[in-house]
């Protein structure tokens, strides 16, 4: 009786998650002239939030281009054997993995618990608990809103990742405040800087540079005499509930209950686990990747055929991660200028409902790409190595970023603002978020652009030259969204 | 000729209508800080209007919670014999009859007068008009924005029913203020008060108390100064045209329409009918209610094996109702903890139109449901009957509510906070709205838990307790939503 | 490889742009009490853009009228031989052509250039370009947000165009001002016109017929003293970028990107063409349209019977136009009253992805059509000949418009307020356009009304009259949408 209901819930849950996934429309909150972008400036973190075992590090979502593109941003900065307790949040997230490798996981709501211990080193007792995945750098993993995700560096090297929080996503019915909540651990210093922002947002002040410094200051010193203060405060989920009725709701005893809402120490939100944490989970080779997608297409290719069930009966193994640093995975490549990979709802079809997309790019050494804006997304860019000279064009012609942007920092380029990067000497290469589950770039040059769509005539009579030169803009460029340096001398 | 165009007419508003009910987007209006929730409170009606045959009584829309929820809530209160006027709202309805029953008449667009009457009583004249539906205690009747309707206490008791409006429903394209159009009937008195809450959230002031009372006392008085000025006042929307006009377009004498127009006495919204109203609905009986859900099923799975039409011919037939309340309807059921019942776009579809769902809930004396959250909406609970404590948990780890709501009263739990409840002694019965057609909750304890779906060592390590007491936390509880006193204290 | 490179490209864009085709959400921008309409009034454009070849109107953005409707809207007056320079807009616009015709490219991203030139008159060289189109009085054109346009008016008379973008749209993320992104020209008129807009719109002042007048003279004094001091100014998209990066980018000489870039007088955006534009471009025949319509279908029957490949290969050729005011594409006929013909996401899918929809009416002398009101969207109504007068009631009862409604002038009827018309003694003729892909109207007279769907006995109780006055209230009117005059007085 209990399996039977218990299927029926997980069956039921299953579905209103499912269904919760097929939305994928964008809402805004924005003030009425939030976009209004006379000025770009690369940003980086300004807020630091140390923990025992790495940090965390937030933009300021203030800063008006964040704002304007409704998304928060965060880096991660995990040690080797560093844990990062379960949280969730209000938004959907995309995260990058700039560097090390790990293995994470995310609960999906209703789904079978299908991961087993298999070793009995305690006892006859083996453990059930839902997928692990393994995870490694130039991984995107797509996290719904709402749903709780750990992660914990298995590795040698540090863990870095990018977490882009679309807060303007119609999945976020709270308000524009990117909002994490903590199963576990002591999260109070980040949420102290969450409640700032959020101050600041309402006072409407955005006077960005001065407030990143005054931040930095007072913020290290407050958070020092806080730690001296609140020795054994807990902010999480947990603690907030009575004891009692916890130990109700997990039938245990309530010594138990008080062991998981004592918290110890300053340790924050990431730990350092003791002995390395041996959790099942598969090992991931690139055949088994392929396969996985494979499935999913062949998944898809049944829906398309009508013969869908209704149930998605594959929902709890849908495919939440894709590589999209490695060459051969490049959509677009030209081997004098670099490569695109390109995630969209297309190749990843979680992104549908989390109505985000990606892309990760590398220039070789003053090699660039073509003039063009991104018809239905703003676009977040993170240089992850090297630099690139960037010029950001608005809709009255001014030219609010011309600038590099160098590694680790953060570039937003709003929709329909037409850019055009070129790498410096060393190269570059960059991620770049989209608040759509399919960006569309129209580049103004090349082979699919805009102007070669035009008929000459049409381009000679706009520019007023001749039809020979108006032929020349048209064809020179044979390449699609690339341009050397080489070619233009020649 | 005119049978055709008729045809192709009411075919073509099929169509629109229905494709309107594809979308099922939820917009926000919130301002920028609008879910910054320190502090809940229990809320009542502040604001009471009386009819001929009942009261309608209005949640202040303004109240924070309401306000990050993007909901406004009524309830009506109808005398037998009592007739509801014809109105509609700018916001899709959810509506809960708490007590009583009787008939209602939803005017879908461009759907046919289906329904004939068959008593030859007033001379050989045949009346037509379309579907009536029966109602009882316990029936969730789902509204779309802009659609009239009209309902009648045929019953020998009270009826009372809670009204949710969704208006910040894409569907919703005023602002965030609720609107009730009134075809008939003497609204003035409705108006005059929801202007007044327009006029609230204008000022921007929240300080509600204090303006619940205020509202009570000013209220009062003015409403009665006014009904004594203004005697025959008429403010529904027929009203406002020029008669002469509405001669022509209903081609009827002028003197017919100054009847329409006309509106005698203080009666408001709810009139007493002289006689009994007695117009043609079939009886309900619980094998057609369970035929009309089985035609819906197989009517989806049609549709869903992709030899749909295109007309989606079933559209006039649509179930817009579903009674939740009904013991051996429930989903989630523990004989000595309660059960829950949903209601959702799966088993209602015009509920993937409406972006919205409910739940009815029933809890045993002492039993309560597991540390939890939701997903993807925010829930909107109405106390029926009983009582329970609820805690609700912010992101910041704050309690921003712990007490018992009573019968009548109203509780948001905002998107993403965690909430638990235990019923008091005499048990508690409850329905809940979410903001999304398929509300998920996740719960923190229990079979279907976040907890459980974690590997042992991961709660271990998160919450740094031995590898037993993970175990107990994930096990122990093997129920799925609820808790019952007598097993914590086994 | 390049053209397999090139292939995959296009492929992948046309893949993302029509998923992006897919989205149908609105999204709402405004403030919390932006629909709270007391008053209308009709509007016309208060700013005027001379050009080289013609003039752009706008009306103001921020009238309370258009900005609760989320709209923004232009009129294009281009003389014979004007060329209306490539540019997008952040929002999806209707383009309804009020007088004239013409011809107009609007470049897919991602499409492939399938128009060739056969005219060898330049050497071999034949020129490849996009579909074009022939536009003629009553043609609808769609056009999606942040894509590529351009029209010419090869015909002997002025071409007249209204357009209407809806910057509420879920496909514009920025902010609500109507942005206009020229790929060429001298804009810079224009942008400082929107670009006061935008201010006014921050700075919240809404006393509408003021400003008009001051922006009237003030702007015109401005104008010119700019047009004397930045002689050779430009503000284009191009214009901004680096002439060395473009060079390198087009692979072109730097001369030629210095010819670009320069924009010589003060020609605006309309250009006159000196020698005819002579561009490939198929006759247009009633057939041909006929023709495409019927593929259209076709291709949507082939899509619902599941057999769709997910590539939709049709989506390049897409329809992005068809004509109204032919009176045999009438959906609604009177012969003694009038016709309308509706425009939505059923007989021009791209509506679909536009969340758009428009109508076109013709009424004879002192015809009319019957109080009714738009279930799901807000009507904005352009008047192209004749006058009519119109009534429109809000939530409250109030008339809050009725006067005439006379050539040339705007008037938005917010969602589910209701209004009626009556033509003038030379009749009317409107194009309305609609926030929604399937606007759904509901008539309180006539044939499919919300009155003749109530029975009787309700409407008897409702208006307190008698059974018989019940009767011709819900049939005497066997119109549907339509009354006359004349039958009123029978």
Request: hydrophobic share 35%; net charge negative.
């Amino acid at each position: 009786m209990a399996t039977l209901l218990s299927l029926s819930l997980s069956l039921s849950l299953l579905l209103l998650f499912n269904g919760c996934l097929a939305h994928h429309q964008q809402q805004q909150f924005q003030s009425q002239n939030e976009c209004q972008i006379n000025r770009l400036n690369t940003i980086e973190p300004n807020t630091r939030i140390p923990s025992e075992a790495g940090t965390t590090e937030w933009w300021n979502p203030n800063t008006q281009q964040l704002s304007c593109a409704g998304v928060s941003v965060m880096r991660h900065n995990v040690e080797p054997n560093g844990l990062v307790l379960p949280s969730f949040t209000n938004a959907p997230q995309l995260v990058y993995i700039v560097q090390g490798r790990g293995i994470q996981g995310t609960v999906m709501p209703g789904c079978a618990d299908t991961f087993q211990e298999s070793t009995q080193s305690h006892g006859k007792f083996r453990d059930q608990h839902q997928k692990i995945r393994r995870f490694r750098q130039g991984d995107v993993i797509a996290l719904p809103a709402g749903v709780v995700h750990w992660s914990y560096n298995d590795g040698n090297e540090r863990l870095v990742t990018v977490n882009l929080l679309h807060t303007a996503n119609s999945a976020n019915q709270l308000d524009s405040n990117p909002r994490r909540f903590h199963l576990a651990g002591n999260p109070e210093e980040e949420q102290r800087r969450l409640r700032r922002f959020a101050q600041q947002q309402f006072q409407g002040s955005r006077s960005e540079r001065e407030e990143v410094e005054q931040e930095e200051e007072e913020g290290e010193e407050d958070s020092r005499s806080r730690r001296e203060q609140k020795s054994s405060s807990c902010s999480n989920l947990l603690c907030a509930f009575e004891s009692e009725f916890l130990a109700q709701a997990f039938n245990v005893d309530t010594n138990i209950i008080r062991k998981l809402q004592e918290v110890r120490g300053h340790k924050g939100t990431i730990i350092r686990v003791r002995d390395r944490l041996d959790v099942v989970s598969p090992p991931r080779t690139e055949e088994e990747e392929r396969e996985e997608r494979q499935q999913e297409e062949s998944r898809r290719e049944h829906r398309r055929s009508g013969r869908d069930n209704g149930l998605e009966e594959t929902f709890c193994a849908m495919r939440i991660k894709e590589n999209i640093a490695d060459p051969e995975r490049a959509d677009i490549f030209n081997p004098q200028a670099g490569r695109i990979s390109t995630l969209n709802r297309f190749n990843l079809p979680i992104l549908n409902a989390l109505g985000l997309s990606a892309e990760m790019g590398v220039l070789r050494s003053r090699a660039g790409t073509v003039p063009q804006w991104c018809v239905n997304a703003h676009k977040i860019l993170y240089m992850l190595r090297g630099n690139a000279r960037i010029q950001v064009v608005n809709h009255n012609g001014d030219t609010v970023f011309d600038d590099n942007v160098e590694q680790g920092q953060l570039l937003t380029v709003p929709q329909n603002f037409a850019f055009m990067k070129r790498a410096g000497s060393e190269g570059a290469e960059w991620v770049s978020f989209f608040t759509n589950s399919e960006a569309t770039n129209t580049p103004m040059a090349g082979r699919v652009s805009a102007i070669r769509a035009l008929p000459e005539e049409v381009v000679a009579a706009s520019y007023q030259i001749s039809r020979e030169d108006a032929r020349k803009v048209k064809f020179n460029n044979q390449d699609t969204f690339f341009f050397t340096s080489s070619r233009a001398e020649a």
